[in-house]
């Protein structure tokens, strides 16, 4: 029987280095909440509550990586791990993405859906008797045959 001589060996951190991070992260806290409270000037296009949004965002984003990178040993793991985190990360910036671009596009409306205020589809009423014929106008909607 063949036998495996493969050792894997676990990076010990120091205790300063989990200190010094955790200070980094109250420090980055604090910071924080300060921004929060102050309104930051405009910049160009951007208003202050635009730039202070983004600056409370590039703050969370360094907290991030510091607890990914020190408290869950990133910084230390292979190359298979840190390709599993960024492809983690590249799939969380294609849904902001596909969110932003879904929030951004305009409602086209489709013919009579403006005369009605609610409603699924078909866009009926409920008193009417039946659904009006498929070559109607005022359906938006065609009927199943």
Same mark, same amino acid.
């Given at each position: 029987? =063949?036998?495996? &001589?493969?050792?894997?060996?676990?990076?010990?951190?120091? &205790? $300063? &280095?989990? %200190?010094?991070?955790?200070?980094?992260?109250?420090?980055?806290?604090?910071?924080?909440? =300060?921004?929060?409270?102050?309104?930051?000037? =405009?910049?160009?296009?951007?208003?202050?509550?635009?730039?202070? #949004?983004?600056?409370?965002?590039?703050?969370?984003?360094? /907290?991030?990586?510091?607890?990914?990178?020190?408290?869950?040993?990133? /910084?230390?793991?292979?190359?298979?791990? /840190?390709?599993?985190?960024?492809?983690?990360? %590249? &799939?969380?910036? %294609?849904?902001?993405?596909?969110?932003?671009?879904?929030?951004? $596009?305009?409602?086209?409306? #489709?013919?009579?859906?403006?005369?009605?205020?609610?409603?699924?589809?078909? $866009?009926?009423?409920?008193?009417?008797?039946?659904?009006?014929?498929?070559?109607?106008?005022?359906?938006?909607? /065609?009927?199943? #045959?």
């Amino acid at each position: 029987m =063949a036998s495996s &001589t493969h050792t894997h060996e676990h990076h010990i951190v120091p &205790t $300063r &280095t989990y %200190v010094a991070t955790f200070l980094g992260l109250v420090v980055l806290m604090v910071m924080t909440v =300060a921004i929060a409270g102050v309104n930051l000037p =405009a910049i160009g296009p951007l208003s202050g509550t635009v730039v202070n #949004q983004l600056v409370a965002l590039l703050i969370a984003v360094v /907290k991030a990586m510091l607890v990914i990178s020190i408290f869950m040993g990133v /910084k230390w793991g292979s190359t298979l791990t /840190k390709l599993w985190v960024a492809s983690g990360f %590249v &799939t969380l910036i %294609v849904l902001f993405g596909i969110l932003g671009d879904y929030t951004t $596009r305009q409602f086209e409306h #489709q013919p009579g859906w403006e005369k009605q205020a609610d409603g699924a589809l078909p $866009r009926v009423t409920p008193n009417e008797p039946e659904v009006p014929a498929a070559d109607s106008n005022t359906l938006n909607v /065609k009927i199943r #045959q």
